[in-house]
């Protein structure tokens, strides 16, 4: 079996944040030359969120992001959520997307993609917040944005469905796996120190083993059509593995 793959995407970019956080991760990362995916929010309205330092200098720091060739990703719109019932990504009963009507996704997301064009950005990935999006956010992504690759999903590489490339996205937190590709999604504003040196101890050993974004974009293996089955499989797992927490409770 080949070893594992490492990718890291770093959410809830945005000008409210805590800015010594996001400062620690990158150096960090960027001591072992490794760039993860930022994911941006454009407007962000979430009240917890909302709750942290404004950062007046934040489409100037994405801009620089940018110059220095990090992958950077569409993170919703405002990152306020509704209460759902069937997402895409079984694992939240909420979102900003599912189950709005496809006229009110467009709105949405070509609201979002309006401010970071706006800004000089150009994102390549979607990054669904809560992980919570149908197949109208899709259509919508397709139909006001030039982004096809999605960073979402359950499987052990990346893979084409619904029109997109999915390169999945498993852990939230740095660990050894035995083979295959994987995202593990961080969210800086929420690291303790903790997670500061557990993810040094992680980086020290395996970062030879992380490469960047556009080499697993660019892997022609992903086309093949049964690896989206993989994905499917781990979703009937999840749900089944939700319906049996329910009825046990």
């Known amino acids: 079996m080949k070893s594992a793959r490492y990718l890291f995407r770093l959410d809830d970019a945005c000008s409210y944040q805590k800015k010594e ?3 620690r991760v990158l150096s960090l990362f960027s001591s072992y030359f490794i760039k993860p995916l930022i994911a941006i929010i454009p407007d962000c309205q979430d009240p917890e969120l909302c709750m942290l330092p404004y950062q007046d200098d934040f489409w100037e720091q994405a801009r620089q992001w940018q110059a220095d060739e990090y992958p950077l990703a569409l993170h919703g719109y405002q990152h ?4 759902t019932k069937k997402n895409l990504i079984p694992l939240n009963p909420y979102s900003e997307f599912s189950e709005l009507p496809l006229k009110e996704q467009r ?4 609201k979002a993609w309006g401010i970071v064009k706006e800004q000089g950005l150009l994102l390549h990935y979607w990054v669904a917040p809560a992980h919570s999006f149908d197949a109208n956010t899709l259509l919508a992504l397709q139909e006001e944005t030039s982004i096809r690759i999605i960073s979402d ?3 052990l590489t990346p893979f084409r469905w619904k029109g997109f ?7 939230w937190h740095p660990r050894p796996m035995m083979g295959g590709t994987y995202t593990i999604c ?7 120190e903790k997670d500061f040196l557990l993810l040094q101890r992680f980086l020290e050993r395996y970062h030879q083993s992380c490469p960047s974004w556009d080499e697993v974009a660019q892997n022609k293996y992903a086309a093949f059509p049964w690896r989206r089955w ?3 499989l ?3 797992a999840k749900i089944l593995k939700n319906k049996l927490k329910k009825r046990n409770n």
């Not at 306020?80 to 209460?83: A, E, M, S, V």
């Not at 709105?107 to 070509?110: E, G, R």
């Open 21 to 23: 956080n996001w400062e």
């Open 80 to 83: 306020r959520f509704h209460k």
């Open 107 to 110: 709105s949405k997301i070509k």
């Open 153 to 155: 999903g359950f499987a």
């Open 165 to 171: 490339l999915w390169i999945p996205q498993q852990l």
């Open 186 to 192: 961080l969210h800086p504003n929420e690291m303790e």
């Open 230 to 232: 993989e994905h499917k």
């Open 234 to 236: 781990f979703m009937y």
